[in-house]
């Protein structure tokens, strides 16, 4: 999920990534380039520069 819900997202505009697994499934970390780079679910950033985060779930 992305906080705030909004259709356009602007350079700085800061953001946060929750995380929310299925049933079954645990979140494990987040990824960007196949980099582990932060653990907790959520996960707040300011848009400065193109991402490509990716959730990993066990």
């Known amino acids: 999920m992305l906080y705030p819900v909004e259709e356009n997202y602007y350079h700085g505009e800061n953001v946060t ?6 049933e079954g499934y645990e979140f494990l970390t987040w990824a960007e380039g196949g980099i582990e ?3 907790e ?3 707040s950033l300011n848009r400065w520069q ?3 985060l990716q959730p990993i779930f066990l």
Do not use: G
Not at 17 to 22: I, V
């Open 17 to 22: 990534l929750n995380a929310a697994p299925n």
């Open 50 to 52: 193109k991402d490509c």
């Open 37 to 39: 780079v932060r653990t």
């Open 41 to 43: 679910e959520e996960y």
